[in-house]
Every structure is written in structure tokens, then in C-alpha cells.
């Protein structure tokens, strides 16, 4: 099992720019999906971008052309820049591989 530890959240203005990053205790594998996740107050866990197995970046139209994923295997770490932040970002942020789940860190947009 791998153990994914996210961190790098927080509160910004929105237009602002934060990354988020998740160390995986053990080796990720291009054999599975691996990215993030978000989850707002009273909504569903949504996909927000994801290294799939078969080798392409999803995104989830909410976040193309602002957000970018990108991954270093050698250190097993994941990473997400998020550019000109919105309010409607304001959640918590999970990183997924596999069935395996960070404990999500809170990113909050606000003046």
C-alpha cells in the first residue's frame, strides 16, 4: 500500500497561484491513475487532474488552461500548480493512486 502526504495548500487571493505537492511512500507505477482531487463543502469528490495508465493528462474543464499536473518518479512525487485561482477552488485536494488516498489539504480562495 502507498502512503500519499499532500501539502502546500492554503489561503490565497483570488488571480493568485499556489502548488500542490504529494510525496508517495513507495514507488508509483505508469501502470495506474495518478493525480488529484478535490472535494467543496456540501459536494461530491471530483476529478480535477490525473495521469491516466494509459499515458495522457486528463483535466477537468474547470481548471484547463489554469492548472497544470506534472510528476518526477524519481522522487515519487506529484505536483499542481494552480494559476489564476477562483473562489469556486476553495476545497479540499486529494491525491489519489491507485486506491490509495492522501489526507486531502485545504485550499481556500478569498479576499
Known amino acids: 500500500q502507498v502512503q500519499l502526504v499532500e501539502s502546500g495548500g492554503g489561503l490565497v487571493q483570488p488571480g493568485g497561484s499556489l502548488r500542490l505537492s504529494c510525496a508517495a511512500s513507495g514507488s508509483i507505477f505508469s501502470f495506474y491513475d495518478m493525480g488529484w482531487y478535490r472535494q467543496a463543502p456540501g459536494k461530491q469528490r471530483e476529478l480535477v487532474a490525473v495521469?491516466?495508465?494509459?499515458?495522457?493528462?486528463n483535466y477537468a474543464d474547470a481548471v484547463k488552461g489554469r492548472f497544470t499536473i506534472s510528476r518526477n518518479n524519481a522522487k515519487n512525487m506529484v505536483y499542481l500548480q494552480m494559476n489564476s485561482l477562483k473562489p469556486e477552488d476553495t476545497a479540499v485536494y486529494y491525491c489519489?493512486?491507485?486506491?490509495?488516498w492522501g489526507q486531502g489539504i485545504q485550499v481556500t480562495v478569498s479576499s
Open positions: 489519489n493512486f491507485h486506491v490509495n
Open positions: 495521469f491516466t495508465s494509459g499515458g495522457s493528462i
